[in-house]
């Protein structure tokens, strides 16, 4: 299983998945305890918000973590056959290790302005 979580500094979760660019991919399909990570980091036409079609470097994960996104791109992922899930995690190991325990943290939108605005600290 391949888990993407949407981090614009690579250290926190962060929000508007449509528009984010960086993601840490933690494959869990290794056979060693501690999974494969990955950071991917996406050129703006690549994004979801601005992508056109075709195959996407992310179209091999299974789950979206984010803090935020729009009910369109929950769909148009589904359809690639990604889940897209936002969770109130900050922090993108326990996001994940939440996930897969069936313990994800509800998002709170309010917050999510604030977080936004220290993404890139």
Known sequence: ???AVTSQNFKRVTGHAGKSRR???YDLGT???TPKVVWLDLPMDMTFHEFSGGPHPLDDVDVILTASAG???????ARRGVQLVTCGE????KAVRDFLMGEVKQSNPHAHLEQ????YA
Not at 71 to 77: H, N, S
Not at 90 to 93: A, G, V
Not at 116 to 119: C, D, G, I, L, W
């Open 90 to 93: 900050s922090e993108p190991r």
């Open 116 to 119: 936004e605005r220290h993404a």
């Open 1 to 3: 299983m391949k888990i």
């Open 23 to 25: 993601f840490i991919i």
């Open 31 to 33: 056979a060693c305890d």
């Open 71 to 77: 009910p369109g791109l929950v769909d148009k992922l």
